[in-house]
């Protein structure tokens, strides 16, 4: 593990590299990473390295996204594979037939989506500014998209708009219940209940925070609370514990792990950083289409 860790510093040394991760890979991977954090962050770091390549250590939308915002750096994926299920649950037809019904509409895509769903939209946000991004556009209808749970979740609090929802969703926070979440309160009655909006109705609902990674991360670290029921995945409980030990962390119910994002080892950032397999490669087209929404997030969330 050792001599993995150090052959990854002269990896990146030798090829002028930066590894970001999201939190919900591996802890050996956070452990390595330069950087580590939510989709908001690692969208705005990517405009901010100076490093000739990205290591995305996250799922395909995440490397998709650092390329589209920084068309003259490599980004290299140690894993080609892990991709995010919800990312593909809506398509370019749907978003057409919504412009049919809805010339005004304004198509609000969640960064969780492939780059040729954003080509087609008119802003990204991800879970940490949709609510602010939302609320502050001057259309009265929007067509959020992919991700069913968290329009609803948008929907609700931003009442004076007619936020049509899709059917997307996180199949790793669709499977938090509400009922098992009522059980693991009583279990726990003190703690505090942080989740991502992600999860379904009956579970944000019930939460004392509802929030993005970064978001529950930061609840927990300023709370004078010792216990938390975290509603996502258990990638976090690595920052936890890093941030307060003594505190307790219980998941809602086991597993609640993103198999795509356990995908990324040590090993796999090695290989990619030695041959520079992996690249992610855009047409000039889509990247020109699909860069325009998510700068227009970077603008908005400012
Ligand atoms: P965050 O933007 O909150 O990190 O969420 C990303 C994600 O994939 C949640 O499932
Ligand atoms: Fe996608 Fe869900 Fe995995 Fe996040 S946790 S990357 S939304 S499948």
Not at 61 to 83: C, H, I, R, W, Y
Request: aromatic fraction near 6%; glycine fraction near 4%; hydrophobic fraction near 35%.
């Amino acid at each position: 593990m050792e001599n993995k860790v150090l052959k990854i510093q002269q990896l990146k040394k030798e090829k002028d590299a930066v590894v970001l991760a999201h939190y919900y890979v591996p802890d050996e991977v956070q452990e390595i990473a330069d950087y580590i954090g939510d989709s908001y962050y690692l969208s705005q770091l990517a405009t901010q390295v100076k490093e000739k390549t990205v290591v995305l250590c996250g799922v395909s939308f995440m490397g998709e996204s650092a390329k589209l915002l920084n068309p003259q750096k490599t980004v290299l994926m140690p894993d080609a594979e892990a991709d995010c299920p919800m990312a593909h649950m809506c398509s370019v037809e749907k978003i057409e037939e919504i412009r049919r019904q809805y010339p005004d509409v304004a198509v609000v895509c969640y960064v969780n989506s492939t780059a040729e769903l954003k080509a087609h939209s008119d802003v990204c946000v991800t879970s940490s500014n949709a609510l602010k991004i939302v609320e502050n556009l001057p259309n009265k209808n929007i067509y959020f998209i992919p991700d069913g749970n968290l329009g609803r979740f948008v929907a609700a609090k931003v009442t004076d708009k007619n936020i049509i929802l899709n059917d997307g969703y996180c199949p790793i926070h669709k499977q938090i219940t509400g009922e098992a979440l009522e059980a693991k309160m009583k279990e726990h009655p003190q703690a505090e209940v942080l989740v991502h909006p992600e999860c379904v109705e009956e579970v944000t609902k019930l939460a004392d925070y509802a929030g993005s990674t970064s978001g529950i991360i930061q609840y927990a670290k300023d709370s004078d609370c010792r216990e938390f029921i975290i509603g996502t995945e258990t990638g976090v409980f690595h920052k936890l514990l890093q941030n307060d030990p003594d505190k307790k962390y219980y998941p809602v119910m086991e597993p609640q792990i993103c198999w795509d994002m356990k995908k990324i080892t040590l090993d796999k950032i090695i290989e990619v950083l030695e041959t520079g397999k992996n690249e992610i490669c855009l047409s000039e087209e889509l990247m020109n289409a699909a860069n325009k929404p998510l700068e227009k997030m970077l603008e908005l969330a400012k």
